[in-house]
């Protein structure tokens, strides 16, 4: 059973919630090697983490894989139309494509996973870089992949970027590290706040209940 859903964002911004449709990337909820059993089980634990915070599961993971290009996990009607936002409507990127043109998150709003945690801020993740295996463009990069995301060895390689410089900077490391694995929602929640705040309401009942 899952835990009270806790948002804490950081104190040097208060960015303006974004409250219509949108596509929300999210963090899963620890750190993780190259070794992420397949890209189909990463896309699974996407959406197993956000059944288990009650919202709803259209999550894929932010992944290049020998099978497909990272721009394309998004479905094509919502690449241009929707802002992607944190889990708490906060502003991101314009849209999906515009992070294929310039990568640099905004600074001062909080990237945060599952159970709410801020990924840029928290401890738990001590190396602030998300794995992609990707190029800046969003293609695969089939010799970097930490073999199709099956490998957490030393000698084997996977592309990864270090959050200040942006989502997909082009850092080469070893598969053996533990990196940030981040989701992004491929359709939109034409509620997501509204649910959100529900999610919030009942896991916090659940665990008041003890």
């Known amino acids: 059973q899952a835990g009270p859903l806790i948002l804490t964002p950081r104190l040097s911004s208060t ?3 974004h409250t219509g449709s949108a596509l929300r990337l999210v963090a899963l909820n620890t750190p993780l090697t190259g070794d992420l059993g397949s890209v189909h089980s990463a896309n ?17 993971a932010f992944l290049s ?7 394309d996990v998004v ?38 996973s599952f159970d709410g945690r801020d990924v840029m801020s928290d401890p738990y993740w001590s190396q602030k870089a998300v794995w992609h295996g990707s190029s800046e463009r969003g293609r695969r990069l089939d010799a970097k992949n930490c073999e199709s995301w099956r490998a957490g060895d030393m000698a084997i390689t996977g592309q990864a970027s270090f959050l200040y410089s942006g989502l997909l900077s082009q850092q080469t490391r070893s598969c053996s590290n533990h990196f940030i694995v981040l989701c992004i929602e491929t359709s939109p929640d034409h509620n997501t706040i509204e649910e959100l705040r529900r999610a919030q309401y009942r896991h916090r009942r659940w ?4």
């Open 15 to 17: 960015p303006t919630i």
């Open 44 to 60: 699974r634990q996407c959406r197993l983490q956000a059944q288990a915070m009650g919202i709803r599961d259209e999550y894929r």
């Open 65 to 71: 894989h020998h099978l497909q290009d990272l721009i």
């Open 75 to 112: 479905q094509s009607p919502y690449r241009t139309s929707l802002p992607i936002v944190n889990l708490r409507g906060e502003v991101l990127f314009k849209n999906w494509e515009s992070i294929f043109t310039n990568h640099l998150l905004p600074s001062g709003i909080p990237l945060y």
């Open 207 to 210: 665990h008041h209940r003890y």
